[in-house]
C-alpha cells in the first residue's frame, strides 16, 4: 500500500512566479491536510480538506495561496506570485478508513523561491 | 485555542544513555496526542500516538510515552539510544472533531558516541 504521495520534491520559483505542488493521499484516504514548515520551526497547519470541499482554511494566507482536492486527482496546493519568504517545506498528509484521527505524512515538497 | 510547548530545542545524548523529550500541551478536554520523528530532508514518522485508556504508551524503534493529565504532559522516553535516533522530534496534538495537528517547535538530538 503506497504512502502519502508529493510531487515535486524540490521546486524552484522566481518571484512572481507560480507554484503547484501536488498531494495523492493513502489508498482509502479522503481527508487531506496541507502544512507548512518554515526553516527551524516546526510545522504550521494550512488548510483540511475532504473531496471537494475545503473543511478547514484557517492557517492559509489571505492572499495568493489557495487549495483545492478535485473528486478525481491529487490534492493541489497553488501559490500564486511567490515571494521569498514562501520558501519553506509543504507537507501534505492524510487520514480517513481505519486510522481515523491519525495521518499520514508524505515527504514533502521544498520550495525555493530565487 | 490548543498549543503545545516543546521546552528544549536541542538537547545531545552520549550513545547507549536514556532519552527524555519534553512535551506539555494546552488543551481543555483530553486531547489525542502523537509524537513525529523528522531526519534530514525527510517527511514525518509517527512514532506512537495517545488516544484513551492506558497512559503508558509503547511505539516503535523502543520509544514509548507516558500521558500524565495532572502535569498536562506527554513525555516521550527511550532508555538506550542509537546513532540512528539523531532526528528532529515533534509532539503534537488534535481536538476531537477539530483534525488540524497543533506541533510543537521541535527538539533536535544529537548523538555523541
Known amino acids: 500500500n503506497a504512502g502519502v504521495m508529493q510531487n515535486p520534491r524540490h521546486l524552484v520559483r522566481r518571484r512572481g512566479q507560480e507554484a503547484r505542488l501536488r498531494c495523492s493521499p493513502m489508498?482509502?484516504?479522503?481527508?487531506v491536510y496541507w502544512y507548512r514548515q518554515l526553516p527551524e520551526e516546526g510545522l504550521k497547519f494550512m488548510v483540511y480538506?475532504?473531496?471537494?470541499?475545503?473543511?478547514?482554511e484557517s492557517g492559509m494566507p489571505k492572499e495568493r495561496f489557495s487549495a483545492e482536492f478535485p473528486k478525481e486527482g491529487p490534492s493541489i496546493l497553488r501559490i500564486q506570485q511567490v515571494v521569498r519568504g514562501d520558501s519553506a517545506a509543504y507537507f501534505c498528509a492524510s487520514s480517513g478508513g481505519s486510522s481515523y484521527n491519525e495521518q499520514f505524512f508524505g515527504p514533502g515538497t521544498r520550495l525555493t523561491v530565487l | 485555542a490548543q498549543s503545545v510547548t516543546q521546552p528544549d530545542i536541542h538537547i545531545t545524548v552520549s550513545e547507549g544513555a536514556s532519552l527524555e523529550l519534553r512535551c506539555n500541551y494546552s488543551?481543555?478536554?483530553?486531547?489525542?496526542l502523537f509524537w513525529y520523528v523528522q531526519s534530514p530532508g525527510q517527511g514525518l514518522q509517527l512514532l506512537l500516538k495517545y488516544f484513551s485508556g492506558d497512559t503508558l504508551v509503547q511505539g516503535i524503534k523502543g520509544f514509548e510515552a507516558e500521558f500524565k493529565r495532572s502535569q498536562s504532559s506527554f513525555n516521550l522516553r527511550k532508555p538506550s539510544v542509537h546513532w540512528s535516533d539523531a532526528a528532529e522530534y515533534f509532539c503534537?496534538?488534535?481536538?476531537?472533531?477539530?483534525?488540524?495537528?497543533?506541533f510543537g517547535t521541535g527538539t533536535r538530538l544529537t548523538i555523541i558516541p
Open positions: 488543551y481543555g478536554a483530553t486531547p489525542y
Open positions: 503534537a496534538v488534535v481536538s476531537s472533531g477539530n483534525e488540524k495537528l497543533t
Open positions: 480538506l475532504q473531496k471537494e470541499n475545503i473543511i478547514d
Open positions: 489508498k482509502g484516504h479522503s481527508h
